[in-house]
């Protein structure tokens, strides 16, 4: 058995919920571990840390309780302070956010999509609008040269 | 019970800020951080919020995450003070202290300065379920630790206990 399971079950005796017989098996299973054998029976003549705090009563708490309600109702009263919109952007944001993004992503698909693409047929014609695109007359005098070069 | 409201909270505050207040002041016990201040905080907090408790865990847990953010981030402003107790045992009596004798009295106050030199992780946990009585299910929602975790630190929390309680001279036998 290893030890990290004996110390939690050193803690379930600790907190009360073993059964004796589940003491009795405990105890035999800790003759293996001398030092969680000690530790053991240390723990388990602690005092009750719940003795050190005993409950209050609650006629204690009035006044306490009565200025977070006046500063609750103050909050509330605060124009431009209404935390609503807040919450509803944090909390829409959250539960909305990946259902936005999906559908912007297929909307914009779809668009696209839709549109009517441009066919080109002749790769010459291609090829020259994206090299010489600007300035025809260029390109023919480049080709004219070119022609001129290579005759030459 | 469904899911709380603002219409609720009037209700909310004063059924849970008696409990609060003891668990809190447990935690921050020999701290220079008020239970009172953080406990104010903590309920306005919560009710700024509230729109966003899903009711998926308890109110107190969730109140409870609230006040030990809120105490955790006072920890840190004030780094420098040490967050070791280094007051008088006296000073960790509280206006709600009822002793049943002077012997009783000392005890349970030494019990109290053992409690608060314990890591805050520690702390935490002897707080939540020796002296506040929550489940371990319970403190996994506070805490984010798995119960299994939670068990051996509660085992090496005891055994801390148990150590400084020896080193305070307090006989335990």
């Given at each position: 058995?290893?030890?990290?399971?004996?110390?939690?079950?050193?803690?379930?005796?600790?907190?009360?919920?073993?059964?004796?017989?589940?003491?009795?098996?405990?105890?035999?299973?800790?003759?293996?571990?001398?030092?969680?054998?000690?530790?053991?029976?240390?723990?388990?003549?602690?005092?009750?840390?719940?003795?050190?705090?005993?409950?209050?009563?609650?006629?204690?708490?009035?006044?306490?309780?009565?200025?977070?309600?006046?500063?609750?109702?103050?909050?509330?009263?605060?124009?431009?302070?209404?935390?609503?919109?807040?919450?509803?952007?944090?909390?829409?944001?959250?539960?909305?956010?990946?259902?936005?993004?999906?559908?912007?992503?297929?909307?914009?698909?779809?668009?696209?999509?839709?549109?009517?693409?441009?066919?080109?047929?002749?790769?010459?014609?291609?090829?020259?609008?994206?090299?010489?695109?600007?300035?025809?007359?260029?390109?023919?005098?480049?080709?004219?040269?070119?022609?001129?070069?290579?005759?030459? | 019970?469904?899911?709380?409201?603002?219409?609720?909270?009037?209700?909310?505050?004063?059924?849970?800020?008696?409990?609060?207040?003891?668990?809190?002041?447990?935690?921050?016990?020999?701290?220079?951080?008020?239970?009172?201040?953080?406990?104010?905080?903590?309920?306005?907090?919560?009710?700024?919020?509230?729109?966003?408790?899903?009711?998926?865990?308890?109110?107190?847990?969730?109140?409870?995450?609230?006040?030990?953010?809120?105490?955790?981030?006072?920890?840190?402003?004030?780094?420098?003070?040490?967050?070791?107790?280094?007051?008088?045992?006296?000073?960790?009596?509280?206006?709600?202290?009822?002793?049943?004798?002077?012997?009783?009295?000392?005890?349970?106050?030494?019990?109290?300065?053992?409690?608060?030199?314990?890591?805050?992780?520690?702390?935490?946990?002897?707080?939540?379920?020796?002296?506040?009585?929550?489940?371990?299910?319970?403190?996994?929602?506070?805490?984010?630790?798995?119960?299994?975790?939670?068990?051996?630190?509660?085992?090496?929390?005891?055994?801390?206990?148990?150590?400084?309680?020896k080193n305070m001279g307090v006989d335990q036998t």
């Amino acid at each position: 058995m290893k030890r990290t399971e004996l110390e939690a079950r050193i803690t379930d005796a600790s907190d009360g919920i073993l059964t004796p017989e589940e003491i009795r098996q405990l105890e035999t299973d800790l003759q293996v571990f001398p030092d969680l054998q000690d530790d053991y029976y240390t723990i388990m003549k602690l005092p009750e840390p719940e003795a050190a705090y005993p409950k209050p009563g609650n006629e204690l708490f009035t006044a306490r309780i009565n200025e977070i309600r006046k500063q609750i109702a103050e909050e509330v009263e605060t124009p431009g302070n209404n935390p609503a919109f807040y919450e509803l952007s944090l909390v829409w944001f959250k539960r909305y956010a990946l259902a936005a993004s999906l559908l912007i992503v297929t909307m914009t698909s779809v668009i696209s999509w839709l549109q009517p693409v441009q066919e080109y047929t002749d790769t010459a014609t291609i090829m020259n609008d994206l090299f010489y695109s600007l300035d025809e007359s260029d390109a023919d005098a480049y080709v004219a040269y070119l022609d001129d070069f290579t005759l030459d | 019970m469904g899911k709380p409201g603002k219409s609720d909270f009037d209700k909310i505050i004063e059924e849970n800020y008696p409990r609060l207040h003891r668990s809190i002041s447990a935690y921050l016990a020999g701290s220079s951080v008020e239970p009172d201040d953080i406990l104010q905080d903590t309920f306005l907090k919560a009710w700024k919020k509230m729109g966003q408790f899903e009711g998926d865990s308890g109110i107190y847990t969730w109140l409870y995450s609230i006040a030990r953010n809120l105490c955790i981030d006072e920890f840190r402003k004030r780094k420098h003070e040490k967050n070791i107790s280094s007051k008088p045992v006296e000073e960790f009596e509280f206006a709600w202290d009822q002793f049943t004798g002077e012997d009783n009295r000392e005890e349970l106050l030494l019990l109290r300065k053992a409690i608060s030199q314990l890591p805050e992780l520690l702390r935490t946990i002897v707080v939540l379920k020796s002296i506040d009585g929550l489940t371990y299910p319970e403190i996994e929602e506070i805490t984010g630790v798995n119960q299994q975790t939670l068990k051996n630190r509660m085992f090496r929390a005891r055994k801390e206990l148990a150590e400084i309680l020896k080193n305070m001279g307090v006989d335990q036998t």
